[in-house]
């Protein structure tokens, strides 16, 4: 959240950035590649809300801490109680994970050039995977919008199995490091429509997928191979249809070019997002939906390919001026998503709540 956010009138397009950056830790909860194949680019799948710059030089931003849990049914996802499954033929199941986020963004605006560089930890789809940090640059033009780009680093935890497909021992996490960087428009030529490009490098520390299956040859297990590259390109209209009311739909296309021809995709989505503010309360809802389309089968399902249908709603509750304080909001924030996908191993459900304080200075 901005610091405009609490020392003006709140509008949509600041509940929108609120949940963006408020409660994006549900998002960041879902570890989206890690969940499962199939949610790996949906629930992240929000664009950037164009935030105005400043009108004075000077810090800005905020901090806060979130906490809560989720109940998720996933193979890959690696939490503290699914290191073993005992079978590849069986769709997952489910264990809770508790977890707290810091929540973090902070920037630093140039009035008279219209220049803000930006330090935060918001998930950016595709990099809704970890804990993304981003270090970027947002240039105002004239009416024409405000650009951006920004560099993308996300791995500081293990976040993954070293072989997911080990089956009946305890697997090992490694961590799943990305780099990148990021390209925005927002406001394109003064009206509601804002593009976002993601371009990512994509390290797994320890690969070893299919490394614990016998009779795996070593060109199959090359096609599991989780290393590469990931582009995703998202596009949408923020509509303001009533006071205090925003409608933003949005599209997204991505394709994961991995060593693996297994793990590589294309994916397509869509996604509506809503948003409510008054000078005390916030609410936001999101609905995504995405396919993913695989480029060749999986040599441990009899060559049947991972392809999936997922979706994913969100629920964000702010409350403002917490305490009398202008500077406190404490927020809920509720997500379900679920994954369906040809290969029930690969098949994924999570429900997640959780609440936070943000303060903004």
Known sequence: MDKQFILHKPTPRDAAAAKTKGSSFILRMMNMRTICVGLSALLAAQLAVADPIPAENGFSGSIGLGVGGNRVKSNLF???????????NSAPESHNDSFALPVLDLSYTFAASRTQI????????????????????????????????????????????TDPYAVGVD?????????????????????????????????????????????????????????????????????AFAPNQTLTPGLSWG??????????????????????????????AGLQFRKQRFDQGNPLFGNKKADSNAYAVDLNYLRHQLFGEKALSAFVSAAYGKSNADISF????????GVGLIYSF
């Not at 090992?172 to 030529?189: A, V, Y």
């Not at 509506?272 to 916030?282: I, K, P, Q, V």
């Open 78 to 88: 690696k939490g503290d109680k699914n290191q073993r499954t005992n079978s590849l």
């Open 118 to 161: 930006v330090f935060d930890s918001q998930i950016h789809d595709p990099l809704g995977m970890d804990d993304t940090l981003e270090l970027g640059v947002r240039q105002q033009v004239g009416n024409n919008g405000i650009v951006s780009a920004g560099l993308l680093y996300g791995g500081l935890s293990k976040n993954t199995w």
């Open 171 to 239: 697997r090992d996490g490694t961590k799943r490091k990305s780099t990148g960087l990021l390209l925005g428009w927002e406001n394109i030529m003064g009206t509601g429509f804002k593009a976002q490009l993601t371009q990512r490098n994509i390290k797994i520390d320890d690969e070893r997928s299919g490394q614990s299956v016998a009779g795996l040859s070593a060109a199959d297990r090359a096609t599991l191979n989780r290393n590469g590259d990931a582009t995703l390109l998202k596009a949408g209209y923020e509509w």
């Open 255 to 284: 394709k994961d070019k991995l060593d693996g021809g297994a793990m590589s995709n294309k994916s397509y989505g869509l996604s509506l997002d809503y948003a409510y503010s008054s000078d005390l309360n916030t609410f936001s």
């Open 346 to 353: 690969y098949d994924a459900e999570i429900r997640s709540l």
